[in-house]
């Protein structure tokens, strides 16, 4: 175990440290049942009508076979690398998951409406739970970073890796039909369905079909399960990825529609996931159980004998895939800094270019706001807020100061007459969960044209009156030129009444195209700034600087 300090280990190392997976009930019997149909119609077939028949294998002549055969040194690495990058992605998932350990099909994200939980806990109502409370610790051998409240870390991995994982995908499909790879994979008769079921029959009585030579084809099902991989999996998880990014989805909400909303394609992004590791697990169990040392050399090699050498190769190639995890479980944790900058690096640019241009614009109805919206962060425990909450916030002043021509001090009403409007929008809180409601205040472009921010000052920075994880004010900062941009509001209203104390009451800030924790609650006052370097630790904002976050994040 990592050597926590006190607060860091009740955050990450909790006493709490069970395991437990909840599924909704008649799910796990639909499921259950489906497959035990399939089983089960194996069966009755070969006791009914026999052992379906499947073509014998073809005779192969290794002198004059004129198809695709072999595996080319490009298949051989990008199977490789395909498997170091899913691996990380898989396992940075797992610990970017157990931050928010519950999957839904709705958009409220209401606790009991999951359709499956990775936490014994049930959501109490008698008390404030909050989202970062309900978070679950992951075994570190399992999850990269695991521990407990990693998603920075984890995020890091995350999007490094899948930038890796993508280009060697583009790599893999634009080799594939550059040659004629493409044959083995894409089935190109309808008698593949017939011949798959055959298959299916052996399999699932405990019979091996007659195998075919991989170096030169796949039998049906393999075909298939090969295809979906290549061109299901793989793309259903890039286009659910992005169909979680908060500036994509409030631009173009009908885009997380596609995949039935915003949550629903977490749960397939999810599904995904399990459906990569349901496939290595058979694959790699029949690639042992059909001539392991010849299977071996056909991807390590490219050559189709008995030796044993691609056999070891590949146990080398596993280590160093192990050893990988061990340098990124050394990497988290001794130098988080580091790869928080080297994310940065990769992301922040190509963000700036991209999604960070979208321009939100969300509009959902009365009958879309949530009946339920998880909160976050500390209730502030200065005696100046509490104060300042039992007047109602009639004495609040909101200082808004630093690099501007005409700083200014304003109480609520003041505020409500630089013209108040409303919008019904999600939020996408960095750990998966979202919530749609409707938020009333000025926007922050009324205030800039009323402060008129000097021209150095490039960066807005938002101190709360709450402390965060690990005390401390929170605060958060944003690029003046994002701030501009539409629906970006200092909202003092939430659903029609004043903002609630627990959702950050008198103020908070709405940012439609970055993450929840961008948006800062119980708003002490406003600096304008030149840069965020100027203060905290310089990243950005408290989780930025504590906790490794993203400065910018549109996704
Ligand atoms: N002051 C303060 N503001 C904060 C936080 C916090 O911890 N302290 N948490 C952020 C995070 S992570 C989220 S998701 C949202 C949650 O907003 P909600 O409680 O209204 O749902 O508040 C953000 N603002
Ligand atoms: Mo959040």
Known sequence: ????????????????????????????????????ALIAAAWIELAVAGM???????????????????????????????????????????????DHPRLYFNDDCTPGSEWIRFTPIKVPRDRIWTAKD????????????????TIGIARAWHFINVHGFIFTGILFVAMLFDTEQWKRLVPTSSLVLVQAWNTWVHYATFHLPPEPNGFYGYNALQQIAYFAVVFVFGPLAIFTGIAMSPAVVNRFPWYARIFGGRQSARSIHFLTMLSFFAFIVVHVTLVVMTGFARNMNH?????DDR?????????AGIAVVALSWIAAHYISWRHPRALQHAQKFVTYPMQLATLNRLVPQQHYTEQDISP??????????????????????????????????????????????????????????????SGIAKWGGISMKALIEL????????????????????????????????????????????NGQPLPELYGAPLRLRVENQLGYKMVKWIERIEFIESEKQIGKGEGGKNEDDEYFDLLPNI
């Open 134 to 149: 309900d978070a679950r610790y992951l075994s570190p051998i399992i999850g990269t970073p695991g521990y407990r409240h």
């Open 372 to 433: 339920y919206m998880w909160p976050n962060g500390k209730m502030p425990t200065r005696s100046d807020w509490k104060v300042l909450a039992e007047g109602g916030f009639r004495d609040f002043r909101l200082k808004v100061g630093g690099l501007v021509e005409r700083p200014v001090e304003l109480s609520l009403a003041d505020l409500e007459k630089l013209g108040a409007t409303e919008q019904i929008t999600m939020h996408h809180c960095i750990q998966g969960w």
């Open 1 to 36: 175990m990592i050597a926590f300090d006190e607060a860091h280990a009740a955050v990450h190392y909790p006493a709490d440290r069970r395991f437990r997976i909840w599924i909704r009930p008649s799910l796990l019997a639909a499921v259950g049942m489906t497959l035990l």
């Open 451 to 494: 402060v008129r921010p000097t021209a150095t000052a490039k960066t807005v920075a938002f101190f709360s009156f709450g402390d965060a994880l690990y005390g401390d004010a929170y605060y958060d900062t944003q690029s003046i030129e994002n701030v501009l941009k539409a629906q970006c509001l200092l909202a003092s209203r939430m």
């Open 52 to 98: 379906p028949h499947i073509p014998p294998v073809p005779q192969v002549y290794p002198n004059d076979f004129s198809g695709p055969h072999g595996f080319p040194l490009w298949v051989r690495y990008c199977h490789f690398f395909n498997f170091v990058f899913l691996m990380m992605l898989i396992r940075s998932g797992l610990s970017i998951l157990a």
């Open 299 to 303: 991807i390590v090699l490219g050559t």
């Open 307 to 315: 030796r044993p050498l691609g056999m070891m190769l590949g146990f």
